[in-house]
């Protein structure tokens, strides 16, 4: 069961009282920390402001994706950043998520785009998580990149998020680190960048919004979620085995109406994993931008009464998105129906989750493209969601698996050799 401390801060930061492509498959996007700085304007020693955190939430609105948990950074009510570059500004926009303003970057320059702030006294962030709000307007799909210097840029944590390229809506970017370099002190953060640059084929001018940045209670250890898509059936006959040679349960994010047809898992297998300690949670297989708005709630709704009246009712409360596709109309049908829910994002993630929505998720199918944020997320308390579909063949033309069973155990025995604990996404928020 949650503590009620965690159930309460999780409940708190929805604003209630105290890869995925049909292979649901993309790239891990991160920023290599030891990226050339240069043609970054300052050096970072020259102040942009000096205020202590600011606590509490007072008065103000909490609008999902803001949250009301922990501390409040900036507000951004006052702008003190500088644009990171000479072809960027940096200014004060009367469109906020929370308050009166929030921060608008703009340039006409394709490659990046950001901010920074510096903290000239420097600032104590240890044990503490960060996490803002963020809208990008162009380009998409993009790619938004947290920087924080500890105290400078030869010891630093980089946090990249993968954005969607229909989602142009607030997005809570909770910092789970893809990168580090040299020995970072939290206790000592000089400096914060933020930037986007574009993803894929992406392209035009860099235009976003940066709100409601905060530090919350890190967690006291790291955690991972196995993942597995679309109800293949070697899902049950191959990876449950597998995990339970080392207790571990799973997640089956399943399409109601595939079950029971070959190649697929059926009622009964579903029940089974369950009593399991699985989740057995949604995953219809209806890109959900391209339906007819006055039907998308029904058909969420459908998907998550078909499994909570026939599997699970824990499971239902959780949804992932197909072929990595959201838009802003959808993810706030999304939040009518489910609990949380799930997108590829290529990070690590705050565990327990802060807002709940479009949690990222990453590949699972190689232990050495992982081990770095598995690493990070075991250090820093943080949560690593992995995704696969089936485990076994990959070879055969009506194959639906996309990892060897070899493949697989590669990536169980890299998390089992870290200070990391597995769990579903239920243990994750109610724990």
């Known amino acids: 069961m949650k503590s009620p401390q965690n159930r309460r801060r999780f409940l708190a930061a929805l604003g ?3 890869a995925t492509l049909a292979g649901c498959m993309d790239v891990i996007g ?6 050339d700085d240069e043609d970054e304007g300052t050096n970072g ?5 000096e205020d202590e955190n600011k606590s ?10 803001a949250i009301e948990a922990g501390d409040l950074v900036d507000d951004f009510e006052a702008i003190e950043w500088n644009p990171m570059h000479d072809h960027t500004t940096v200014s004060s926009d009367e469109e906020a998520l929370v308050g009166e303003s929030s921060m608008l970057v703009e340039s006409e320059n394709e490659d990046a785009a950001g901010a920074f702030r510096v903290f000239s006294e420097g600032q104590d962030f240890s044990g503490k998580d960060l996490s803002f709000a963020v809208r990008v307007e162009s380009p998409l799909p993009a790619r938004v990149v947290l920087d924080v210097r500890a105290p400078g840029a030869s010891d630093r944590l980089v946090s990249a998020r993968s954005i969607p390229g229909e989602f142009d809506g607030w997005l809570r970017v909770e910092g789970g680190y893809t990168g580090k370099r040299g020995e970072p ?48 059936e070697s899902q049950y006959t191959t990876a449950r085995p597998m995990l339970e040679e080392r207790g571990w349960p799973g997640v089956a994010a399943i399409i109601p109406g ?19 300690g699985w989740d057995v949670s949604a995953h219809p297989h209806t890109a959900l931008p391209e339906m007819d708005p006055d039907e998308r709630v029904d058909y969420l709704q459908n998907a998550h009464d078909y499994i909570a009246n026939r599997i699970s009712e824990d499971g239902a409360r959780h949804y992932f998105a197909p072929y990595n596709r959201m838009d802003a109309d959808s993810i706030a049908d999304v939040r009518e129906v489910f609990e949380t829910s799930f997108i590829f994002g290529g990070q690590p993630n705050v565990a327990p989750p802060l807002d709940g929505h479009m949690l990222p998720r990453v590949n699972g199918h190689d232990a050495g493209s992982i081990a770095s944020m598995l690493d990070l997320a075991a250090e820093y308390g943080q949560v690593l969601t992995l995704m696969v579909h ?34 579903t996404v239920s243990g994750l928020i109610d724990d």
Request: glycine fraction near 10%.
């Open 16 to 18: 209630v009282g105290t």
């Open 390 to 423: 089936g485990v076994g063949d990959t070879e055969s033309e009506d194959s639906r698996n996309d990892v060897t069973e070899e493949d697989f155990e590669a990536v169980l025995d890299a998390i089992e050799s870290r200070d990391l604990e597995v769990t």
């Open 258 to 276: 595939s079950l029971n047809q070959p190649g697929r898992l059926n009622i009964d297998q579903c029940r089974q994993l369950r009593d399991a």
């Open 30 to 35: 991160s920023t290599d920390p030891d990226a």
């Open 45 to 49: 020693n020259e102040t942009g402001g």
């Open 56 to 65: 509490g939430s007072g008065n103000r609105e909490i609008v999902a994706p």
């Open 185 to 232: 002190n939290l206790g000592n953060v000089q400096e914060i960048r933020i930037h986007v640059e574009p993803r894929g084929d992406a392209e035009g001018p860099i235009r976003f919004r940066i709100d409601d940045l905060r530090v919350t209670e890190r967690s006291d250890q790291g955690k991972v979620i196995l993942t597995f898509d679309d109800a293949v």
